[in-house]
């Protein structure tokens, strides 16, 4: 979707045989075309990641976490202008060299759209053939109302709104997070 404003994708993270891994992809399915968002799949791996965002002018990532955070917990990250909420040496990913790795390299040769958000939705069950839990599915919802609302005509109005110091971002979740650290 290019247009005068350039390309602006909305990047769906996640393995769909891997329960709460197909977060992000339940997200884009829950949207469908409601967003006015080119609509990219990806199974997490770094480089394809990093070729997803490549040329894209705005970008919303959504992809499943693992804090120690409720099943189903939002948390919203301006990763133009806030310091990575990704934490590459925890040592869980279902994606190897995954979201964090590709966020990094992205930053450091600047490579992220000029407004990139990312939605991480807090997940409970990586397993194989696992269906989603009622947490994430939850939380996909949530996320998906939360990304249109990125784009109703009073938030657009101040700006680029495709931010937030990884604020919880649902009402039935607030409070601060349970663990400094975040992962993806």
Known sequence: MADSIGRRILLCVGNPDRGDDAIGRRVGVL???LAPLERVECDGEATRILAALEGARAAIIV???????????VRRFDLDSEPAPLCADVGWSSHGFGLAEAIGLG???GGLPPVCVLFAIE???FAPGAPLSAGAEAGAAE???LILAEFSPDRRSGGPSLSTGGEIAGPENAGPCP???KTL
Do not use: H, Y
């Open 31 to 33: 949207l469908g075309s």
């Open 63 to 73: 992809d499943a976490s693992f804090s120690g955070a409720p099943p189903g917990t």
């Open 107 to 109: 930053r450091a040769l």
């Open 123 to 125: 997940g409970e069950s």
């Open 143 to 145: 996320a998906a109302r």
């Open 179 to 181: 663990q400094d650290r």
